[in-house]
């Protein structure tokens, strides 16, 4: 099994995570792999139980990394789609920006004594 497929998991695999946004408290989230693409670098993952169903009926997210041109590093998207509660349920900047957090922390790490 490589190392992408022990960090990510496979399809169907549950993965349980922690997290904090807008400095909150510890919230938690268990999604389920629902697809990977090795060859367009993409996983989805599905929330199957946690805090973001208290607001959500549904939340599915997507990350994708694109290759740039130069060679050098990719450039990750990340797609959310949900389903809100009711209208006053916003919709989910604060883990977009959570998002953007750890696009950035990875990104520090990967290129750590470049």
Known sequence: MS????????VGSVVDWSY?????????????VESIDW???????????GDILND????????KAT???????????W??????MHEGVSHPEALLNLAT????DVDSHLTQGK
């Open 3 to 10: 190392f992408a497929s022990r960090f990510w998991g496979t």
């Open 20 to 32: 904090v946004q807008d400095d909150e408290e510890v919230k938690q989230a268990k999604k389920m």
């Open 39 to 49: 060859d367009n670098k993409a996983i989805t993952f599905r929330v199957t139980e």
């Open 56 to 63: 959500y009926k549904y939340f599915k997210m997507t990350i």
């Open 67 to 77: 290759p740039k041109s130069d060679g050098e590093g990719s450039v990750v998207y």
């Open 79 to 84: 797609t959310m789609e949900y389903e809100r």
């Open 101 to 104: 957090k750890v696009s950035k």
